[in-house]
């Protein structure tokens, strides 16, 4: 048994503080983790047309997610291949070059470098333009509008990668009416709290036994129809339905609601007539063209490894980037149907605010539970104690009712699985390894 | 420049008004704050963005009324939002955290109809707000104000507070304060 399998016991259910609070597992994500695994850097809403940037993030790095002049979209390391000055310092925006700062090398939106000072008198002969390009990830995937990319030339197609989770985020990323794609995101809240990057992923891996932590915003009623005197902080969309909580072998866990085959539309948005009269409508439309898919209803999910979303209300996807041991910077992107009626915007956007992020009603709550557990587990004492993940050991079946583990109670089926994929990462296992192929045994429970 | 008494009598009027507010949160009256606000309030704090020069005005900050930013509420919500704090299990500010606001250079932008029969007034300031929170934890967030304040009686309505927070990422895990 290594060391590593010491500190990460999936099968007794134990995992060492240690991974949360020590330089040295981070410093071994950095390197083992974050430059394999596919990221989310963004979605194509935010850059429509050729010459359209979004700055982002991978790991600790900034990376640029643009569209070149033909369309194409890029991916690339946000440093200048001279001296490494970030070229590009805006958050968002359109051009036809990135002009470094520091010494003037320029590149061009599909990442050449094109503009080196004085190059005939100073450079001719010696440097080789061509060879000089903004680095680019080694693999990038544009899925319904999501934007991911890794650095891994080994690495797995992302759709190989996503495997059979794919159908939870899908429903995310499509329309509310079924149709694939057509989302927009209209904003994004960036925030730096103290606490390991993995809380947040795990949060969202489908920790629904956290609950009681929300119970004040639940008490309060601040959901979509909390005007109509609605408690609880959703409309409860789930409540004909089975909730699942699936784990899949490449890490990836999700809470959904599998809904019976004649289920009818339960109001939502009461308090606002044309917003409900629109799920209403994609209600139906989603059922016709999904058919039996439409009975699976996102909560929430985390696509290994910091990628996490909300799936109906709100509807957001996160990330949860790495900035030390104890920090963590939160991106949470807002997603509409681009062509839903602008009320129906309005009030969703609404609803969001009041919802998520650092001034969300919810997540405040989440955000002081993250930042405690963390504080609390850096001491030398609380470090010989593991944390327990033993919440509904082995109570799950396979592919039953969708593919993937699933269990009908709350469970840290998912959260034993990400780190069962995490240690080996960190052990730099296989492409197949990682992906669970074969299906080996050592993750039955 | 030689303004009319009035108008200084108006001023000192007004900064009482918004020192007296800032009061109420400090000493955590959340539910005598709400009744300062107007039913029609607009309550709006945008994110910031990094961008090219020249294009502040336009793209700096996100706009009220649309997409998404860190607050963009009315008073129902914030209603809500001290309902929460008030249960005792919002955990955010659970304990209550430790806040003072400083308020300063008032300014007088717009009154109307006229200053001798003032019935809104468009006060800017700067905000110097600290949260000390538990043990250890403490946040400073410091920005600029516009408020639109209706003349209620004796007294002011918030109708509208713009709070333009001078950062980018937030540098606070919350923002479980009131501003």
């Known amino acids: 048994m290594s060391a590593m399998d010491h500190k990460i016991d999936p099968a007794h259910g134990t995992i060492s503080r240690e991974i949360f609070v020590s330089p040295d597992f981070y410093r071994e994500e950095l390197e083992k983790l974050f430059t394999r695994a596919w990221l989310f850097v963004g979605h194509e809403s935010q850059i429509p047309n050729p010459g359209d940037f979004v700055v982002s993030r991978m790991g600790e790095e900034s990376v640029i997610v643009c569209r070149d002049q033909t369309g194409a979209v890029h991916v690339f390391l946000n440093s200048c291949r001279h001296r490494g000055m970030k070229v590009c310092r805006y958050e968002q925006g359109n051009t036809s070059l990135f002009v470094c700062p520091y010494h003037s090398w320029s590149y061009t939106t599909d990442g050449r470098l094109q503009g080196v000072p004085l190059y005939r008198a100073l450079y001719e002969g010696t440097l080789n333009r061509e060879e000089w390009s903004l680095i680019e990830v080694a693999k990038l995937a544009l899925y319904r509008g999501t934007v991911w990319a890794t650095w891994d030339p080994q690495a797995p197609d992302f759709l190989n990668y996503l495997d059979d989770a794919v159908d939870h985020p899908d429903q995310v990323v499509d329309c509310r009416d079924g149709r694939p794609g057509g989302a927009e995101v209209i904003g994004v809240h960036k925030w730096l709290f103290p606490a390991n990057w993995k809380f947040a992923a795990e949060n969202f891996l489908g920790d629904s036994y956290h609950n009681p932590s929300h119970r004040s915003v639940d008490m309060v009623g601040m959901g979509p129809s909390g005007q109509r005197g609605q408690s609880s902080r959703r409309d409860n969309e789930y409540a004909a339905g089975q909730r699942i909580w699936v784990g899949f072998p490449q890490g990836h866990g999700v809470a959904s609601a599998w809904m019976p085959e004649q289920t009818e539309y339960a109001s939502t948005y009461q308090q606002n007539p044309i917003v409900d009269e629109y799920f209403r409508h994609c209600f139906h439309e989603r059922k016709r063209r999904l058919g039996e898919k439409a009975r699976l209803l996102p909560v929430v999910g985390t696509i290994f490894p910091n990628a996490s979303y909300h799936g109906r209300q709100p509807r957001s996807i996160c990330v949860w980037h790495p900035h030390s041991p104890t920090e963590t910077e939160g991106w949470r992107f807002f997603l509409v149907d681009a062509d839903a009626p602008a009320e129906v915007k309005d009030v969703l956007r609404r609803y969001y605010m009041r919802y998520s992020g650092p001034a969300g009603m919810t997540e405040q709550d989440d955000m002081e539970n993250w930042l405690y557990a963390t504080a609390a587990s850096k001491g030398t004492i609380a470090r010989r104690y593991p944390f327990n993940y033993q919440l509904s050991m082995g109570a799950y079946k396979a592919d039953d009712p969708v593919p993937g583990d699933v269990s009908t109670q709350a469970t840290e089926r998912m959260a034993r699985n990400y780190y069962r994929v995490y240690a080996g990462y960190l052990n730099g296992g296989s492409w197949d390894e990682l992906l669970g192929r074969p299906q080996i045994c050592a993750t039955a429970e | ?179």
Not at chain 2, 100 to 116: A, F, G, K, Y
Request: include cysteine; charge should be negative; aromatic fraction near 12%.
């Open chain 2, 1 to 179: 420049m030689m303004r009319p008494l009035a108008w200084y009598q108006l001023r000192e009027e007004i900064e009482d008004f918004l020192y007296f507010e800032a009061d109420l949160l400090d000493q955590r009256r959340f539910k005598e704050w709400l009744d300062l606000l107007a039913e029609d309030l607009v309550y709006f704090m945008p994110v910031r963005r990094n961008v090219k020069f020249g294009q502040q005005a336009e793209r700096e900050n996100t706009r009220q009324g649309e997409g998404i930013s860190w607050f963009d509420e009315d008073k129902w919500t914030l209603g809500k939002r001290v309902e929460q704090v008030l249960t005792g299990v919002h955990y955010a500010e659970e304990p209550l955290s430790r806040v003072t606001h400083m308020v300063s250079n008032v300014r007088l932008l717009d009154v109307r109809p006229s200053v001798e029969d003032a019935q809104e007034v468009t006060v800017g300031c700067r905000f110097l707000v600290y949260q000390n929170r538990v043990e250890y934890e403490n946040h400073t967030f410091i920005g600029r104000r516009t408020d639109e304040l209706r003349r209620a009686g004796s007294s002011w309505q918030i109708a509208r507070r713009e709070m333009i927070l001078e950062q980018n990422v937030l540098l606070a895990k919350n923002l479980s304060i009131f501003f």
